[in-house]
């Protein structure tokens, strides 16, 4: 009962802050540019001086600062911060969430790594090499790359990877254009061929794979490297794979630790893999727990925690000064987004159907809603300016093609009525609607989590009241939530708004996201244009990488015009580090891997 008083105290106070804060903020406020992103001009905008509490990505740095001398062995404990258990679907060939990609990160990788700038590097456990008209590729895997029970990481286990997920049985989500662009892959897909045909297993720790054209991905994340053990799945029915205990009691790897135990859901053990390819890691035992975000802070000052995936930003701005911990931060490669449900997906085809018909199918409706929300205000009055106004769908993470002159869609809510009123959704007392007279009631669903999630949508909700829209909320747990939106194929269709996250890839493709065949693209929207762009963005036109940015800014616009989902903000990842950690750093292309962590003490540093 108690805990209840407090979460209707707690949301019923941030409201009564947020709308009193927007209330107060001048039109000049309100269009003040993010933390480091572009003026149109093109100067860095700094972090505003006179906002107490607003902070800047900027400030911080993405490696851990050293202290001591690093002791033989010892162990630490990282934190995955959820209010949900993980689901423990762990191997990167069937995985979809967040969570378990935390949990894999520990003890399984590709065989390529990528610099600062996503291009794959030569340091990785496979070297590669193309051929001169690009579309083959030669990887070679290192000698000493050996699975966790001794068996080397083969040729074999590459090719067998993607013999799965292009198996009719596959039931994860990875089938997408990086395997259909594979020769060969649409007959062995289809069944008309035993074997893909641009897949030759060279020696036992060479492989070829050969690719329909040419493209500028292919270098920038455009690869599978993750292989499947085929000494252990081999001839295991592939729609059984991904529930297997193989998979989620006993999972493999060739990473810098073992797995030891699980509890389900709930943590895992893991200790150092002494056969790593990289040297043997420095710290003899790893323990991964779940945190709740409402605990994390507790869990930290007391030295529960070592470290966590990503500190909740909207706790940052109380908890700044923490004694025994060092804050890393980096922007994420992440954004959040509204989508709005359009279609359904094909599963026997494998593609996005669009409903012309559907409740949302009106594009000055889904406009009409960006328009209503005020995400440069939610930035920084709920996460602190370290979330901020989102405006296109490639994210700053990828500066080189995010458009940052591009504007996206912004707050005014007045311009919204207008649109609405225009686009002949009436008002009929306290809401409108449809063209035709018809009441219009929309269906939100969105993510439990730390203390923000459900006042931030119940703000969302607000905003569109104030348009004369009635929208019905529902917040639901992390595994079920993408269950709802289609992570399985199946689309629930009692769901016509969502509010979601997307972690995008080291390429910036994002037909992964957004293509006509991908199971993830869950607004299901498609249409010619689209094709037509996604298709040029990876064609042989796009290796001029001016032309390349010319098209993507293309995309991104048709995006912001056609609003199949509308980008609601960017994310810094904030990652607190106990002192007593050596040898750390989060983001991309540092040298830093897992097998360097090490401690200086025998226990975490506490908090003062």
């Not at 395997?179 to 897949?199: L, P, Q, R």
């Not at 769901?495 to 065949?517: E, F, K, M, T």
Request: charged letters at 25%; hydrophobic letters at 35%.
């Amino acid at each position: 009962m108690k805990k209840g008083l407090f979460s209707r105290a707690l949301f019923f106070t941030m409201m009564l802050v947020f709308v009193l804060a927007l209330a107060a903020c001048s039109e000049k406020e309100a269009a003040t540019p993010a933390p480091g992103t572009k003026t149109e001009e093109g100067k860095t905008e700094e972090k505003p001086a006179n906002e107490e509490g607003v902070y800047s990505i900027e400030d911080f740095s993405n490696v851990k600062t050293n202290e001591g001398t690093a002791i033989e062995g010892g162990s630490l404990t990282f934190g995955l911060v959820s209010d949900t258990a993980f689901e423990g679907t762990l191997n990167f060939n069937f995985y979809s969430g967040n969570p378990d990609a935390q949990v894999l990160q520990w003890f399984d990788e590709g065989l390529l790594t990528w610099d600062k700038n996503y291009v794959y590097t030569n340091d990785g456990a496979a070297t590669y090499e193309t051929s001169e008209d690009g579309k083959t590729f030669t990887l070679t895997i290192r000698d000493n790359v050996n699975w966790h029970d001794g068996k080397p990481v083969t040729a074999e286990d590459l090719q067998f990877a993607y013999e799965v997920i292009g198996s009719k049985g596959y039931d994860g989500p990875r089938y997408d254009s990086k395997f259909t662009s594979v020769v060969g892959m649409d007959e062995f897909h289809a069944g008309k061929a035993k074997t893909i045909s641009g897949i030759k297993v060279l020696s036992d720790k060479k492989i070829s794979i050969t690719y329909k054209e040419a493209t500028p991905s292919l270098l920038t994340g455009g690869l599978w490297t993750y292989p499947l053990a085929k000494h252990i799945f081999g001839n295991m029915d592939v729609a059984k794979m991904s529930s297997s205990k193989e998979v989620r009691e006993k999972p493999i790897g060739f990473g810098p630790f073992k797995v030891e135990t699980i509890t389900p859901g709930e943590s895992v053990t893991f200790v150092k893999n002494e056969d790593y390819w990289r040297g043997t890691p420095k710290l003899d035992k790893v323990t991964l727990k779940v945190i709740n975000p409402t605990t994390v802070v507790q869990e930290l000052k007391s030295g529960g925690v070592d470290l966590v995936d990503a500190f909740p930003t909207d706790q940052y701005k109380d908890n700044a000064n923490m004694s025994n911990v060092e804050f890393l931060g980096a922007v994420d490669r992440a954004y959040t987004y509204i989508g709005f449900k359009l279609g359904t997906w094909d599963a026997e085809n494998g593609k996005v159907v669009t409903n012309p018909d559907a409740k949302m199918a009106d594009k000055n409706l889904r406009k009409a809603m960006w328009l209503a929300v005020d995400n440069d205000q939610v930035g920084k009055r709920f996460y602190n300016g370290l979330r901020w106004n989102a405006t296109t769908l490639i994210p700053p993470s990828h500066p080189e093609f995010h458009d940052s002159s591009n504007p996206g869609v912004k707050y005014d809510p007045e311009a919204a009525k207008k649109l609405l009123d225009e686009a002949g959704y009436k008002m009929d007392g306290e809401f409108r609607t449809k063209p035709d007279g018809s009441p219009l009631e929309i269906n939100f669903i969105s993510m439990t989590g730390g203390d923000t999630a459900e006042p931030l949508a119940r703000y969302y909700v607000q905003s569109w009241a104030a348009i004369g829209l009635k929208v019905n909320l529902e917040m639901i747990e992390f595994n079920n939530f993408y269950d709802r939106v289609g992570n399985t194929g199946k689309d629930d269709p009692n769901v016509d708004v969502y509010q979601a996250a997307w972690g995008v890839g080291i390429d910036v493709d994002p037909a992964g996201l957004y293509g006509r065949d991908a199971l993830y693209n869950f607004s299901r929207f498609s249409s010619e244009e689209n094709d037509k762009l996604l298709a040029r963005g990876v064609s042989a036109e796009a290796f001029d990488v001016e032309k390349r940015k010319e098209i993507y800014n293309e995309w991104q616009q048709y995006m912001v015009d056609e609003v199949p989902v509308f980008p609601t903000l960017y994310r810094a990842v904030v990652a607190p580090v106990n002192k007593r950690v050596m040898n750390y750093a989060i983001g991309d292309g540092t040298g830093i891997y897992l097998n360097d962590l090490a401690v200086n003490a025998d226990k975490p540093v506490v908090a003062e």
